[in-house]
């Protein structure tokens, strides 16, 4: 059933016509077609802004890696809150996911807090 859902929001988000702006300006069209959203990929965005915090992934506007823990810590918080609200709510394979990024993100701030007590 779910699914069949899923399916059918594809298939709307391909199917949709482009309207032309109010303003007479045409649209720009997109090479790629975006995914439908979905409770991984929404986990996945906060993620990926907590492993940039982490200074574990590079950060994709300054090129650099960076470190801030505080923001790291509200990402994860985030990723928290979300697994509390949606207890009992997730299938196996959501839960099981969000239980393996919080794990990878724990070990990480872990070991970034550790290296910033030492500098």
Not at 37 to 47: D, G, I, K, R, Y
Not at 78 to 98: F, V, W
Not at 101 to 111: C, K, V
Request: glycine share 4%; hydrophobic share 30%.
């Amino acid at each position: 059933m779910a699914e069949e859902k899923e399916e059918k929001k594809e298939e709307e988000v391909k199917t949709e016509k482009k309207e032309e702006p109010a303003s007479g300006e045409k649209k720009k069209e997109r090479l790629y077609q975006l995914p439908p959203p979905s409770f991984p990929q929404l986990v996945e965005t906060f993620f990926y802004q907590a492993m940039i915090s982490l200074g574990k992934q590079m950060n994709p506007v300054t090129k650099k890696y960076e470190r801030d823990l505080v923001i790291a810590q509200y990402h994860i918080g985030i990723l928290e809150l979300l697994q509390e609200k949606t207890k009992s709510n997730l299938s196996k394979d959501e839960e099981q996911h969000l239980e393996e990024i919080l794990h990878t993100l724990r070990i990480a701030y872990i070991d970034e807090a550790g290296k910033e007590k030492k500098e």
